[in-house]
């Protein structure tokens, strides 16, 4: 089977040297991209956790009321049955 060698002249090798060339800087761009799409992400991400701590010291502080009112409340029940039982018992 021949082998089939063919030269590279100049033209070729200049023709590569640009190509090359146009593909670094292609790569350069794209990973500038990267780098800033990696930032914005970062940033996002910061920002979704601080909104996050919020959410957290919020949702406490509800809880913290709801306990304070169911507490509230039983006390408010328990009064109430021992002033009936009060009157029942009085009568």
Same mark, same amino acid.
């Given at each position: *089977?021949?082998?089939?060698?063919?030269?590279?002249?100049?033209?070729?090798?200049?023709?590569?040297?640009?190509?090359?060339?146009?593909?670094?800087?292609? *790569?350069?761009?794209?990973?500038?991209?990267?780098?800033?799409?990696?930032?914005?992400?970062?940033?996002?991400?910061?920002?979704?956790?601080?909104?996050?701590?919020?959410?957290?010291?919020?949702?406490?502080?509800?809880?913290?009321?709801?306990?304070?009112?169911?507490?509230?409340?039983?006390?408010?029940?328990?009064?109430?049955?021992?002033?009936?039982?009060?009157?029942?018992?009085?009568?």
């Amino acid at each position: *089977m021949p082998v089939m060698l063919e030269r590279w002249n100049d033209d070729k090798m200049d023709a590569l040297d640009a190509k090359v060339d146009g593909l670094n800087s292609l *790569m350069r761009e794209q990973r500038k991209e990267m780098r800033e799409q990696r930032e914005e992400m970062r940033q996002e991400m910061a920002e979704q956790r601080q909104e996050m701590r919020e959410q957290r010291t919020e949702f406490g502080a509800l809880q913290r009321t709801m306990v304070m009112a169911t507490v509230g409340t039983l006390g408010i029940f328990i009064t109430g049955f021992c002033t009936l039982a009060g009157l029942v018992i009085g009568t």
